[in-house]
Each structure stands twice: as C-alpha cells, then as structure tokens.
C-alpha cells in the first residue's frame, strides 16, 4: 500500500495528543497538510510534525490528502466530515462524531454511499491493556462478567470563552464529551442495555454550563450492571483512570496511570469482620503511558489498507451517543431510562432507535 497522505483539521490540545502516532507509524503515513483557523498554531504543529502545507481553511487542504483527521470542537464535526467525504476522503473523526442524530446519520450515510472509511477516534478499545482486558473477559478465564465499573477522575478548568464551557458546542456536559468514551466501552464489553440513569451536577465545576460530574449506572440484558463515574473537578484522585471487571472467579483491574492489569482473587465469605483482602497478581504490565492514539490510527491506516469497516465504525457510535442522549432524556423526566433498542447489535436505522437530542 502506498504511503498515505494525511491532513490535520484542528490544531489545538487534542491534535497535540496525537504527535506520538504521527511519529510511530511514519513507514504507512506522511502528515502532509495542517489547518486550524489560527495559521500561527497550524504552522506550530506543522512544524512538529513536518508538515509542508498549512492552512486555514480546510477545503484548501483536502486536495493535497487522503484521509483526514477531524479534531475540531464538537458543533463543527459535521460540515468539515461531509465535506472530506465528498471530495472522496477518508475520515477518523474526534469523539463524539457529531452533535445530533441527525448529522451523525447523514454522515454514516455519506460514506457509505461513497464507499469511505468513516471511523471515531475511541482510543480506549486500542490500548493493549484494555484489549486484553477484553480478550479474557469473552474467553470467561475468570467466570461470568457481572459488574463492570468506570472511573476517570481529572482536573479540566477551561479558560473563560472557551468552545468546551458551551452546552451547545459540547453537546452536553462531561457525559457527552468524555464519557462517550466509557459508554462505547460499556456497550463493548456487555451488550445490549436495558436501562440506566444518569445524575450530573456542575457543583464543584461551576466554569461548566452543564455537568461537570457524571454518575451513570446500566442494567444489561444479560443481567450484569456496568458503571461509570467521570469529573472533570478532581483536586485528587485515587483511581485515577481504572476499570473493574468483577467475574464470578476473580476480580480484573486495568490501571491505566500504572499501565498495569491485575487479578484479584482468593476473598473469602464476609464474616462481620470486615476482612475483604485478596490475592494481586499483575497480568501485564507495559512502559507506556499518555492517551496512546497510535494504536487507533493504526487501526484506521488498516481500515483504508482493507476497505474494511472500523471497530469504532458510525453505526456503533451513533448508538453509543443514543444512549447517552436518552439518559439525558430520563434525567430531565426523573425517570429510568429504557434503552431497549440501542444495544450494539439492533439495526441503527431502525425507526424505534431514534431519540430526540439535547435541546
């Protein structure tokens, strides 16, 4: 396969966290274009990367590539997406894909039309630790998966007039910006939901418009529960960024800060004496650390390679955002959330899939 051209569209923070894959996969991919609005920042990134084009606009980049990355705020995915698209290019995308449900569809639409890779930049699914994770969760090494649980605790203090204090230009608050990011993972890892709630709050981040601090709680048709708790107002943390995978014969944790997966096993029946020790022993155990996105432009570099469909494909994403949305729904009603429908194997153009978004 011939080396392939890519084009950054948004130069900010984010576009930053993806120097490392630039670098990683120079044998497959040559970044030959960067845009961003500031032509200051897109020369800064263009000169980190060696770029020799710099833009500020982006439909003056797209004659010069072939596949982009979108890493532009949330609210302007979907103009520069399909217009990447129709001029007949590849495209990984930023989570979330898009604002709305009806921009998400019209752009998996679109690049199924015109036969193009449209992939969301999920990175989590492609951290080795989380795919063996995975891997021995489905082999059922350690019994029945029950209980999953999400932690990601940080500290994100946007500077006034930024995009990300927007509810519009979010799309939401927290949940909908970072915690697609667990809700993907969730759906992965379980299957189909049944139901959920979602409470949120902008206590103790009072910069966001909406919440700051999510806790969201699914039941699975399996019977098994997953979990997420994600803030952005974290002035400490203990977990970090960590997964809970409780089976039926042991306990895995993935500790993404200490790249490390542990077993836990060995507890023995409580006895009023609040004695809950375990036997540890670490699984795997790897050097790296940081947000790690080589892994999914690898993917994505496959993806064109094969003419193949994604792992983090729109269909998929679209119902991650659905239950999201729906949660939203239910949280404003004060109600359960029913997510019947939306579970990762149902038909994503089905009529009954269909939410209303965040208004």
Known sequence: MENV????????GMSAAHAK???????????????????????????????????????????HVDAVLIVLPHDLHFEAGMAALRA???????KPMCNTEEECIELIRTADELGRVLMTAYPV????????????????????????????????HYPEGHW????????????????????????????RPVKGTHMGTNFGTPWMEKEGTSNVA?????????????????????????????????????????????????????????DTASRTTVLLELAESGKM?????EHFLDCIRDRSVPLTNGPDSLQGLRVIWRLYEAERAGIIADLRGLGLEDDWTAPAASVSNLR
């Open 21 to 63: 894959g630039y670098r990683e996969l120079a044998e497959r991919m040559t970044v030959v274009a960067t845009c961003d609005i500031i032509e200051e920042r897109a020369q800064a990134t263009a000169d980190q990367i060696g770029a020799s084009i710099v833009v500020t606009d982006y439909r003056d980049l797209l004659p």
């Open 125 to 156: 699914r492609f951290w080795p630790i989380v795919r063996r994770l995975k891997e021995l969760v489905d082999a059922k090494t350690y019994g029945e998966l029950f209980q999953m649980s999400i932690w990601t605790e940080q500290y994100t």
């Open 5 to 12: 051209r890519l084009g950054i569209i948004g130069c900010g």
């Open 293 to 297: 996105t080589h892994f999914e432009i």
């Open 218 to 274: 699914l039941e699975f048709e399996s019977g098994a529960l997953g979990y997420h708790f994600g803030t952005w107002g974290a002035r400490g943390t203990r977990l970090g960024y960590s997964i809970h995978a409780h089976c039926t014969d042991g306990m895995l944790e993935a500790n993404i800060g200490e790249q490390k997966l542990y077993l836990h096993t060995g507890m023995q029946p409580e006895k009023a004496n609040l």
């Open 88 to 94: 007949g290019k590849d495209v990984l995308m930023e």
């Open 164 to 191: 990300g204090l927007s509810a519009a230009r979010l799309g939401g608050g927290q949940f909908f910006s970072h915690g697609c990011h667990y809700v993907d993972l969730l759906l992965w890892f379980l299957g």
